[in-house]
């Protein structure tokens, strides 16, 4: 047996238990399995941690990006330990300064977001303005530009003098026209979306991520917040990874402490408490709310299970 092997065996088995470990898809001809370049590797650990993280589940850029962890922690920390799990930022190579410190950060917002409700219009934005909700996010769907900037110019209405904050959901353009708080981009938005003017213009800017590789690309931007999920199953919004579970949370929280967090997909009141164990600072709910036969009620009850 290769001494690759053998490590990722090692790490394999001291994390069976974790809840870090998903089940690996099915592969075939047209979803071949991850590729490990042998050669770009710096050692056998990093090719050792890339090995055992496709084995738990973890999707080829993330196993990546945990095998050079993997190194750098085997490096950094006096040798090889398959109990470590890597969780420091140096470990990742994650900017070696603060938010504070970084003349490119976007402007902050409150490390602590609260309970953050994701509606689908202004109505219920207002609702929730109504209800006090400390964060809310308008996730409006249309191809209408007059009904998007309705939409938005309401919504930021209902917020205006109140003490929730919102959030718009991939139209950053005319939240900048309308003086919205925050904007909130996915992965793939961040391809089209002009980040300077979002940072110009003072909004603050939460990203989405699915996984190590996205946690370690944000942090090169450095935006207000950091969404981490889907945590569990969710049917409102294809997501490109399985759902990472409570495991992974609670790592991926650890790893990214130095921002403000918030965990989001399929989390419900019976979920809500062990999400926030995990030092998130805000639980993003959509369902939970607006399922609910008295969503005012159910603002304030599932802010009670997350400080419980």
């Not at 402007?107 to 689908?120: A, F, H, S, T, W």
């Not at 303005?129 to 530009?145: G, H, M, N, Y």
């Not at 207000?224 to 991926?252: C, D, E, H, W």
Request: with cysteine; hydrophobic share 40%; net charge neutral.
């Amino acid at each position: 047996m290769s001494l690759i092997r053998d490590l990722a065996d090692q790490i394999v088995a001291a994390h069976r238990n974790d809840d870090i470990c998903i089940p690996i898809p099915v592969f075939s001809l047209n979803t071949p399995p991850p590729q490990i370049d042998n050669e770009a590797a710096v050692d056998h650990y990093e090719l050792a941690g890339a090995l055992a993280a496709i084995e738990m589940g973890f999707i080829e850029s993330d196993a990546k990006t945990l095998g050079k962890a993997w190194s750098r922690m085997t490096l950094q920390d006096g040798g090889f330990n398959p109990f470590k799990w890597p969780n420091r930022p140096e470990h990742f190579d994650l900017l070696p300064w603060t938010r504070n410190m970084n003349p490119n950060a976007f402007k902050e917002c409150p490390k602590r977001l609260g309970l953050y409700g994701v509606m689908p219009d202004a109505d219920w934005v207002k609702r929730m303005v109504d209800a006090e909700i400390p964060t809310v996010q308008l996730r409006f769907k249309s191809e209408d530009k007059s009904k998007i900037r309705k939409q938005i110019k309401e919504s930021v209405a209902a917020v205006k003098d109140s003490k929730t904050l919102l959030f718009i959901n991939d139209y950053w353009q005319e939240a900048i026209d309308a003086g919205a708080y925050g904007v909130h981009l996915g992965q793939e938005d961040m391809e089209v979306a002009d980040l300077d003017e979002i940072r110009a213009a003072g909004l603050r800017l939460g990203l989405s991520t699915h996984g190590y590789a996205e946690l370690a690309y944000a942090d090169r931007i450095c935006p207000s917040y950091i969404a981490m999920g889907a945590v569990f199953p969710t049917n409102l919004k294809k997501m490109p990874t399985a759902p990472q579970g409570l495991g992974r949370l609670y790592q991926y929280a650890k790893l990214m402490s130095h921002y403000p967090l918030v965990a989001i997909g399929g989390i419900d009141q019976d979920s809500i408490r062990a999400v926030a164990k995990s030092g998130v600072g805000s639980v993003a709910v959509v369902r939970a709310i607006t399922q609910a036969k008295d969503p005012k009620a159910a603002v304030k009850h599932l802010q009670e299970l997350m400080q419980a």
